[in-house]
């Protein structure tokens, strides 16, 4: 009988994704999880307790997973909103699909106006991004600012779980800001956290997490804007990296 020999190489192991987890680890995550949680509780209690009035904008990458267990597992008092700018990744519908069987929940979720996306590709072209930074804010007001801002309307407060080790433009980043842009608070409640912990997190409960991760992608965000990174490089360099790693940000968490 005949052999069928595979010349495929093995995928490799993502190390940032599958973190040493020991008794150590495991208490240090339990004293994280109750600090947020209490932060998260305190978050709907400061701001009437009822539903809808706190909002969680959700992404869907680890840190945000993280806080999405969080609040769903606790039945906490908080709207979870995600923005679909239509150049998401695969992976990331899968993951979005996997969550709702997951907590058995449906998520709500917020698209850009047709009408200016098609606006935009007509008059500039389907990946004008590329050309010019002036081009790529564009487009990410497009698809994101303007649909956050009717996700954020009437809220009195909103999460993201923004960390400050998560790159060059986020090392001032308090657990608890004043969004100008938006007129309401704005908490970071992973604010704190490492990425090795964020990881530690996922793996001890068990959370859902986008597979790209695991494929060196640590932030994830359009798929013709994102990129997998090197070992050594920020967590952050994937995204829109051929622009000035101290100013990379879309515009939802203006300063």
């Known amino acids: 009988m005949s052999q069928t020999v595979s010349f495929l190489k093995p995928k490799a192991t993502n190390p940032a994704t599958n973190p040493v987890i020991d ?44 806080l999405t267990d969080l609040i769903l597992a606790e039945s906490l008092p908080i709207e979870i909103f995600s923005l679909d700018t239509g150049r998401l990744p695969a992976e990331t519908y899968t993951l979005i699909g996997d969550v709702e069987k997951h907590y058995a929940t449906r998520l709500k979720v917020y698209f850009p106006e047709a009408t200016a996306v098609e606006n935009y590709v007509r008059s500039q072209g389907i990946n004008a991004f590329y050309e010019s930074v002036e081009l790529r804010k564009q487009c990410c007001a497009i698809r994101k600012v303007e649909p956050l801002k009717r996700a954020l309307a009437g809220k009195q407060a909103w999460i993201t ?35 090795a ?40 360099a994937g995204r829109w990296w051929w622009e000035d790693p101290a100013n990379k940000e879309c515009g939802l968490h203006k300063k």
């Open 23 to 66: 008794e150590i680890v495991r208490a240090n995550i339990a004293v994280k999880r109750a600090n947020a949680l209490e932060l998260l509780h305190a978050i709907a209690e400061e701001h009437g307790g009822a539903a809808g009035a706190v909002t969680f904008a959700n992404s869907f990458g680890a840190e945000d997973m993280v």
């Open 161 to 195: 779980g923004m960390r400050v080790a998560q790159s060059a433009t986020r090392t001032e980043l308090p657990v608890r800001q004043f969004d100008d842009a938006n007129g309401l608070a704005k908490y970071n409640p992973l604010s704190d956290w490492s990425e």
């Open 197 to 236: 912990e964020v990881w530690a997190y996922l793996r001890i409960h068990g959370v859902p997490y986008n597979a790209l991760h695991d494929q060196f992608y640590p932030s994830i965000g359009c798929a013709p804007c994102t990129r997998a990174i090197a070992v050594g490089e920020d967590v952050r």
